[in-house]
């Protein structure tokens, strides 16, 4: 391990203790901030109990399904944006239109049509991973070496040629950068369509811990919710930079 | 014969001046000529007319008696830079112009093979462009251009980013394959020692019209050497002037 990653660590402990002895000596109210050992106590026994883990696993899918399917909707639209010139003129107004507009406020109308429940939730992170693949496979397919370009013009490359064999291979690396910025919305989509009407999940939780006034799991569920996004995030990385091991020499993150 | 066959050929980006003026030159089967020029004097432009890649605003060209209408498979093009994919290894570089026209049978890895042997490289096959030298990467581009056996070679300074000692080795291995096959080259160059070395018969270049044509009648192969011959200082000293010549008013 790096001094580096040891003094990581130590911030870690010394802003527990911090946490801890706020708690203690200004006698605040566990409604307010708990003390860590609290949030602690209560995050092992709803592991152990295994109150979580059902809400952990729906949150996890609804995270994953939207994920997943706005990722493949958002490239496939974008490789067909990148490829066909007049879809691309026509539609990039409302492309750019349609990034302002506050995806999570549609919420309450996809609970109108959708129902309470996963479905809802599931098509909010999948409408907000959409964007950034949409946006970044576009761009990735638009920023190729010309000098590649000519390469394949002149060894009489059809356009699905230049397509498979040159321009995703050589946006690969942005499009990757869109997945990753989609797996931290998508777990932003998956609990705050819970929030808005989910009856099972993390978000849903807390919503109910909420309404029993219990900070204490509020905070134990806040850290299961942190841990759920480093492991996807990590997972991501990971992926990407097994793709991308080709493509730079020394590829920083 | 003459292969390579370019009559009054020009070319303008948009509507400005034209960037090829005019061009005559003519290339006979297996020669190698090499066009000489500051940067911005249309020498790529012109070759990229030779390949197809750009459509001439007038004049034509001819390649094996045959007018010009796009890329043509039987022209190998080497790029400025050298243009690898980085997310493919070395063979797989090397055999792009034949997977793209259908399957890659087991005697073409062996010639590509045998190909990046001959250039000094058969080790680096299973290597990733990134992992190579600058100079090796050129190689790759070479033995990438020559694959399909093509009878023309046009390359555009592609030795122009390499150090003076791995340009040297290039520019000599270059010359022996060609010779090999009696490929017909068309090879682009700033550098002046570079195309009296290589060239049959040397074009210089300016403002979009060749100002000068010399003949190089040194014997094949060349070595080394000749670099410090008095008379290829001579010949590069003519076409250094031809290059200061003043424009025609």
Partial sequence: ?253 | MNFLDIAGISYAYGDEASVVDAVDWDIPTGAFHCLVGRSGCGKTTLLKLAAGLLVPSAGRVRIDGRPVDGPRPDVGFVFQAPTLLEWRPVLENVLLPISLRGAVSAEDRARAGELLHLLGIGDLEARYPLELSGGQQSRVAIARALIGGPDLLLMDEPFAALDAMTREELQADLLDLVAARTTTVLFVTHDIAEAVFLADRVAVMEAGAIRARLEVPIARPRAAELRHDARFNALCLDARQAMRAPLAA
């Avoid at chain 1, 750019?96 to 909010?124: C, D, H, N, R």
Wanted: glycine letters at 10%.
């Fill in chain 1, 1 to 253: 391990m790096t001094s580096t990653r040891l003094y990581s660590l130590a911030l870690l402990v010394v802003l527990l203790v911090a946490w801890d002895l706020f708690c203690r000596w200004t006698g605040i109210s566990a409604l307010v901030i708990p003390a860590p050992l609290a949030v602690a106590e209560v995050l092992w026994s709803g592991l152990a109990s295994g109150y979580l883990w059902p809400h952990i696993w729906v949150t996890s899918a609804e995270m994953l399904l939207g994920l997943g399917l706005g990722c493949a909707i958002g490239f496939s639209c974008g490789v067909v944006l990148g490829e066909v010139d007049f879809l691309r003129r026509l539609l990039w107004p409302y492309v750019i239109a349609s990034q302002v507009v506050p995806k999570l406020a549609l919420g309450p109308l996809f609970i109108v049509w959708f129902g309470f429940g996963m479905t809802s939730t599931v098509v909010i992170t999948a409408l907000i991973c959409f964007f950034p693949l949409l946006e970044n496979t576009l761009t990735g397919l638009q920023l190729i070496d010309p000098r590649k370009r000519d390469l394949f013009r002149m060894l009489g490359a059809s356009r699905w040629q230049t397509l498979a064999r040159l321009k995703l291979p050589s946006g690969l690396p942005v499009i990757l950068a869109g997945v990753r910025v989609a797996v931290v919305l998508a777990l932003v989509g998956a609990v705050v369509g819970e929030f808005i009407g989910g009856r099972e999940g993390l978000g849903a939780t807390i919503i109910a811990a909420q309404g029993m006034m219990d900070s204490t799991l509020m905070f134990a569920l806040f850290f299961v919710i942190t841990f759920l996004g480093i492991a996807v995030y990590q997972f991501t990385i990971a992926v990407e930079r097994r793709l991308l091991r080709h493509h730079q020499k020394g590829l920083a993150l």
